[in-house]
């Protein structure tokens, strides 16, 4: 048996840094530094060496285009290279997280990603910025659209549909719990749809967190996940075992968001108390815990990571 992760330091003083989108993405995390420093060439670099590898490459844009200072550097980059479809992308995702932070907007964001995608028709990723827009402030039918585009150029594409399924599990929150919330569908849907190695055959884990966030801050559940009773029930375990099942066959060592995969299913398997199996989970995420699901439904999500994989591996 390996030994346990390392410690990830104590207290929410660390949980800036103990969450990082990047991942375990180290060429992404040096094109992210060079920027800051307005060096936009490793960006251009790293998005040309990424290619065609349409998961990894929203996840290096998304990552890139969420901090602060990128459409400055994205400008600079265009002025230089005025033809440049990256830059232009880049841009454009930029300016969606400045939309969705209230300091763009929308209208401006949303038709930039439509003038990269104009520049980049096989692209999904300009598509995804559209899809990262409309989730949070367009309606049902704009976010239907803009994951339709998506799933045009790449049907599996692993954040789109985490994005969907975020949009889908906040219909009906007054209805309270329902076996049968379209949400369930969906997500059963696209596993199913999905080839065999498809790291989607974890979007029902993924869906039954989502649906437990929007139930437990509508006052359905109990904000303690542990308490709720929401992994208990036949259909849950079922989903669990599923995709627990899938991860042992088929674990996708290689693919840029697994980690976001590993951390919602190890969240599912600490609730559902399964702590063998919780703990296997744990040493692969190692010290890369994501926000989403241990904030769920508003929690401090560092303390509750660092608990859940203390009780995990039976350590204080």
């Given at each position: ?113 439509r003038g990269a ?91 039954h967190a989502e ?34 099942d899938w991860w ?69």
């Open positions: 048996m390996s030994p346990p992760p390392p410690p990830l330091g104590r207290g929410r003083r660390r949980a800036a840094q103990a969450f990082d989108e990047a991942l375990d993405d180290a060429e992404l995390v040096a094109a992210r530094a060079a920027l800051a420093q307005g060096r936009w060439q490793s960006a251009r670099s790293l998005l040309v060496h990424t290619g065609d590898d349409w998961d990894r490459r929203g996840h290096r844009v998304t990552v890139l285009a969420k901090e602060t200072y990128c459409a400055a550097w994205a400008r600079e980059w265009l002025l230089a290279e005025p033809d440049s479809a990256d830059a232009s992308l880049l841009l454009a995702v930029a300016l969606v997280h400045r939309a969705l932070r209230g300091k763009e907007k929308p209208g401006k964001a949303r038709d930039a990603c995608a104009e520049l980049l028709p096989y692209d999904p990723t300009p598509w995804l910025g559209i899809l990262l827009l409309e989730r949070s402030l367009g309606a049902d039918d704009e976010a239907v659209r803009a994951f339709e585009a998506v799933r045009g150029r790449y049907a599996d594409h692993h954040h789109a549909h985490h994005l969907m399924v975020a949009r889908l599990a906040e219909c009906g929150a007054d209805r309270g719990p329902d076996p049968l919330h379209e949400v369930y569908d969906f997500a059963s849907w696209a596993a199913e749809q999905a080839p065999a190695d498809s790291p989607l055959a974890i979007l029902p884990v993924v869906a649906r437990y966030r929007v139930l437990a801050s509508a006052g359905h559940q109990s904000a303690d996940p542990n308490a709720s009773g929401h992994w208990a029930d036949r259909r849950a375990r079922l989903v669990m075992k599923a995709a627990f042992l066959e088929w674990e996708q060592d290689g693919h840029p968001r697994r980690l976001i995969d590993l951390n919602f299913l190890a969240h599912a398997k600490s609730c559902e108390g399964r702590g063998a199996e919780a703990a296997a989970l744990f040493h692969r995420i190692g010290e890369h815990p994501t926000p989403a699901p241990w904030s769920y439904p508003d929690r401090d999500p560092y303390p509750a990571f660092r608990a859940a994989r203390a009780g995990a591996l039976g350590t204080a």
